[in-house]
């Protein structure tokens, strides 16, 4: 198959694509119970092959089966919006108060394009694609799910191969982008939760203020880090809301202080090595100051890893798609966590960024994935379509 006519072909496809995907990101919805983006998805990929469906979510993977005997090739495109209020100021953005502010419209578009495409050329196709239409990947282990439910194994047998791609709003339209080994962090967090003895600010010493050793724990945390994990394997905690008394009340000592934080490591020594470190840090500080504090540890998405030979063919794919000079070798991972991890933990595959940026805007300063005016130039629909596509057919006629 000449890959390059697969992206002429796929360029054909542009008007169709660009109505679906403006119309799911009218629509968004939240989670793992997704049914009108599912039902939407559905109509498009009607007739191109087996669909098995998810149980207690709305989940689907689409079986197409190729015209010669051989191995299965996963592709993967996540459904999911995010709680955001949309303000971009697009005539088809979403008013119910949830957003496609991570770009899954374009991924639902991108894979009913390249779904499309494989079953036009079902003929040339040694073995069979599954397509995955997943919910829940924005920290509800959707991927996860359907793993569990054995949705990879529809075709009968493992897949030999996974890959997926996500649209960026700060890379050039049209770039893509990637690496071999951790590309995303595991991404998690915890809340922690001090507790002292109310009382009169005016008298602190007959109370047990829980503020005062939240804060210091804050302060003390990334000092550390810093101290006691290998800075040539990257962690990052943020602490991103602190809750105590309340804005009526500053002359009483709370009860109770708490705070959140995520947590991004890039290894399994570090994944672990942190949760001792801030049990370390908090419980040192409360009994300093003599109060109690517990911590919840949130479920964590597993770190991305690229198998090395599927980003390889990704980097040799996309060339013979659309030239030399379209990828690009990414030095150091990002911090991002993503579920698809769990899917390459399990088959060899690869994940890989591709720029969307809108023409006329400076990739450098645009509003980044997951802010409420975070846009996307869908005029990259086939590109995707018809890496996805390309990516199955090199993989299994290969």
């Given at each position: 198959?000449?890959?390059h006519?697969?992206s002429?072909?796929?360029?054909?496809?542009?008007?169709?694509?660009?109505?679906?995907?403006?119309?799911?990101?009218k629509n968004?919805?939240?989670g793992?119970?997704?049914?009108?983006?599912?039902?939407?998805?559905?109509e498009?990929v009607?007739?191109l092959?087996?669909?098995?469906?998810?149980?207690?979510?709305?989940?689907?993977?689409?079986?197409?089966?190729?015209?010669?005997?051989?191995?299965?090739?996963?592709?993967?495109?996540?459904?999911?919006?995010?709680?955001?209020?949309?303000?971009?100021?697009?005539?088809?953005?979403?008013?119910?108060?949830?957003?496609h502010?991570?770009g899954?419209d374009?991924?639902?578009?991108?894979?009913?394009?390249?779904?499309?495409?494989?079953?036009?050329?079902?003929?040339?196709?040694?073995?069979?694609?599954?397509?995955?239409?997943?919910?829940?990947?924005?920290?509800?282990?959707?991927?996860?799910?359907?793993?569990?439910q054995k949705?990879?194994l529809?075709?009968g047998s493992?897949?030999?191969?996974?890959?997926?791609?996500?649209?960026?709003?700060?890379?050039?339209?049209?770039?893509?982008?990637?690496?071999?080994?951790p590309l995303?962090?595991?991404?998690?967090?915890?809340k922690?939760?001090?507790?002292g003895?109310?009382?009169?600010?005016?008298?602190?010493?007959?109370?047990?203020?829980p503020?005062s050793?939240?804060?210091?724990?804050?302060?003390?945390?990334q000092?550390a880090?810093?101290?006691?994990?290998?800075?040539f394997?990257?962690?990052?905690?943020?602490?991103g809301?602190?809750?105590?008394?309340?804005?009526?009340?500053?002359?009483?000592i709370?009860?109770?202080?708490?705070?959140?934080?995520?947590v991004?490591t890039f290894?399994?020594?570090?994944?672990?090595?942190?949760?001792?470190?801030v049990?370390?840090v908090?419980?040192?500080?409360?009994?300093s100051?003599?109060v109690?504090v517990?911590?919840?540890?949130?479920?964590?998405?597993?770190?991305?890893?690229?198998d090395?030979?599927?980003?390889?063919?990704?980097?040799?794919?996309?060339?013979?798609?659309?030239?030399?000079?379209?990828?690009?070798?990414?030095?150091n991972?990002?911090?991002g966590?993503?579920?698809?991890?769990?899917?390459?933990?399990?088959?060899?595959?690869?994940?890989?960024?591709?720029?969307?940026?809108?023409?006329?805007?400076?990739?450098r300063?645009?509003?980044?994935?997951?802010?409420?005016?975070?846009?996307?130039?869908?005029?990259?629909?086939p590109?995707?379509?018809?890496?996805?596509?390309?990516?199955?057919?090199?993989?299994?006629?290969?």
């Open positions: 198959m000449n890959l006519d697969l002429l072909e796929a360029n054909q496809y542009l008007d169709v694509l660009k109505g679906i995907r403006r119309e799911l990101h968004p919805e939240f793992l119970d997704l049914p009108n983006t599912l039902k939407r998805v559905l498009s009607e007739g092959g087996d669909v098995f469906l998810g149980e207690g979510m709305t989940a689907a993977a689409l079986l197409i089966k190729g015209s010669q005997p051989g191995p299965t090739v996963l592709l993967r495109a996540d459904m999911d919006a995010l709680a955001v209020v949309e303000e971009t100021g697009l005539d088809f953005a979403s008013t119910n108060g949830y957003m502010a991570c899954h374009l991924h639902m578009a991108m894979g009913i394009g390249a779904a499309h495409l494989i079953h036009t050329h079902r003929d040339q196709l040694k073995g069979d694609v599954v397509v995955w239409f997943q919910p829940g990947e924005e920290g509800l282990a959707g991927a996860d799910r359907m793993l569990e949705m990879h529809v075709s493992k897949p030999i191969a996974a890959y997926g791609v996500h649209v960026f709003s700060v890379y050039p339209k049209g770039m893509f982008g990637s690496r071999p080994g995303m962090a595991a991404a998690g967090g915890f922690a939760t001090f507790k003895a109310g009382g009169h600010g005016s008298m602190p010493w007959l109370s047990k203020d503020i050793p939240m804060i210091q724990s804050i302060a003390t945390l000092s880090i810093n101290k006691r994990l290998d800075v394997d990257d962690v990052v905690v943020n602490v809301w602190v809750k105590a008394g309340d804005d009526h009340t500053e002359n009483v709370p009860e109770v202080a708490s705070f959140g934080a995520t991004r290894s399994e020594v570090h994944s672990k090595l942190i949760r001792e470190v049990a370390d908090l419980e040192g500080q409360a009994k100051f003599g109690e517990s911590i919840e540890w949130m479920p964590a998405s597993k770190v991305l890893i690229n090395a030979d599927a980003v390889s063919r990704s980097r040799k794919v996309i060339a013979e798609l659309f030239g030399e000079g379209r990828y690009w070798d990414m030095p991972p990002i911090p966590g993503e579920d698809f991890a769990s899917v390459l933990e399990e088959i060899p595959g690869a994940f890989i960024f591709m720029g969307a940026a809108p023409d006329g805007v400076d990739p300063t645009a509003p980044s994935n997951h802010s409420n005016k975070a846009m996307f130039d869908d005029d990259v629909l590109l995707g379509s018809a890496f996805l596509a390309a990516m199955a057919f090199d993989t299994l006629n290969d």
